[in-house]
């Protein structure tokens, strides 16, 4: 293909599967205290029945043969002040001409994987009559699934949003939309920053924003000031305030040392699923995990490109890469990390809460990013919208991007539409 764009296929290795094995008949087990329940983290018994399940029954090539199905590719992409990547993405194509590009972006615990269930859908589903059509773009993240990661230090939001923003163009699309949660969230907002040019709206199913200031936003924030909370956001403070006060700890701990975590990710599988299991179960909304879902989802990671350890230095990046750039770093064409929860014009924006996510935030709290555009508020769904809630996702995509919603028309000449 043109432009070093190549089909690629996921091909592990014969003796990288029976080292896994290996690993996993020879884990040793802690311990755990009488009446442990999930509060204390994965059980013990859950996480004996997926090692196991992962050791004796599941079959990673099965697995491998389905994703190899999706349409795989690979290119080298490079950032300013760093190495080329090879990165890994999906690369769906509508047969409806002026189909709109959309880039789905995944995060943590999460990778392209996520975003299976609203591959068709979106592509073969858009028929450009009824609903509207995208091409659809769901690549692996730097440091993610099958993308390499840099070995430079200072790979921020910014590095990862102008990784995927060169993407789309050398893809042929010049102008494109977003949908992502978690750092798909984040990177979103990156892209609106710094290529707002060519990022024209985002779909996002994860609440982070600021609360409206009276010296900012003194509208909104009086706005915000006398009008109750609805039900959504009252129940929504209750989830806000328990993932703060218990489900932080891996924020911090990969925000912090990720080095030293990695140790452990890359040299045992159990303590990968387990550090994995424990956020699918806890940020989704009683989805019905099947045992070959949650080990297809962590072999993912276990067989990464850049290994298991790579995916956590993105919180470390993000946390530590907020200053201004050293002047080698600019005159090397490093791009600065823009603050995702600033003010963005001309970036269309919309929203999908899903009352099971970490932050469910009041909606005043999301006019301070942006232009916003679509917001529908779901009666059930967590963190992982796309695999626990594709037919929502899906459904507020076509309404956000089809004819009469918020951002129908936003990208030249790609309307979703055939006439």
Not at 270 to 292: G, R
Not at 328 to 355: E, N, W
Request: glycine content about 10%.
């Amino acid at each position: 293909m043109a432009d070093n764009i190549k089909q690629y296929s996921i091909q592990v290795d014969e003796s990288r599967i029976k080292d896994l094995k290996t690993r996993l008949s020879l884990a040793r087990f802690p311990d755990e205290l009488d009446a442990a329940e999930w509060d204390m983290g994965a059980p013990l018994a859950d996480v004996k029945r997926l090692t196991k399940h992962w050791e004796q029954s599941y079959d990673w090539k099965e697995a491998e043969a389905e994703l190899n199905e999706l349409p795989n590719f690979v290119t080298d992409i490079q950032c300013g002040g760093f190495e080329p990547l090879a990165i890994h993405f999906v690369h769906f194509r509508s047969k409806v001409k002026g189909a709109i590009p959309l880039l789905w972006i995944h995060g943590w615990p999460g990778h392209f994987y996520e975003g299976i269930k609203i591959m068709k859908p979106l592509t073969e589903g858009g028929d450009g009559v009824q609903h509207p059509a995208f091409d659809l773009v769901v690549p692996s993240l730097p440091n993610f699934g099958f993308s390499e990661g840099p070995k430079t230090r200072g790979f921020t939001l910014a590095q990862y949003a102008e990784t995927l923003n060169k993407l789309m163009l050398k893809l042929g699309y010049n102008e494109y939309v977003t949908q992502g949660g978690d750092w798909g969230t984040h990177i979103s907002r990156a892209l609106a920053h710094l290529f707002p040019q060519h990022c024209k709206a985002a779909h996002l199913n994860m609440d982070s924003a600021n609360p409206p200031g009276f010296f900012t936003n003194p509208l909104l924030a009086i706005q915000h000031a006398i009008t109750p909370y609805s039900k959504r956001e009252r129940e929504g403070q209750k989830r806000t305030k328990w993932f703060d006060a218990e489900g932080r700890g891996y924020n911090h701990q990969q925000s912090t040392k990720p080095q030293t975590l990695g140790y452990a990710l890359a040299d045992s599988p159990v303590a990968l699923l387990a550090w994995i299991y424990e956020k699918l179960h806890d940020w989704s909304d009683n989805y019905p995990w099947t045992d070959d879902e949650v080990c297809t989802w962590v072999s993912i990671y276990w067989f990464s490109t850049a290994g298991p350890a790579a995916s956590a230095r993105i919180y470390y990046e993000r946390q530590h890469g907020t200053g201004p750039l050293k002047q080698a770093d600019t005159d090397k064409g490093r791009l600065r990390q823009p603050d995702p929860r600033a003010y963005s014009p001309g970036v269309k924006l919309g929203f999908s809460h899903f009352p099971m996510d970490l932050h469910v935030l009041p909606s005043a709290w999301m006019r301070t990013l942006g232009a916003v555009v679509f917001e529908r508020d779901h009666e059930d769904g967590g963190h992982f919208a796309s695999w626990e809630r594709p037919d929502e996702i899906v459904r507020d995509l076509r309404d956000m991007f089809g004819r009469g919603g918020g951002a129908f028309g936003c990208i030249k000449g790609a309307t979703g539409y055939s006439a």
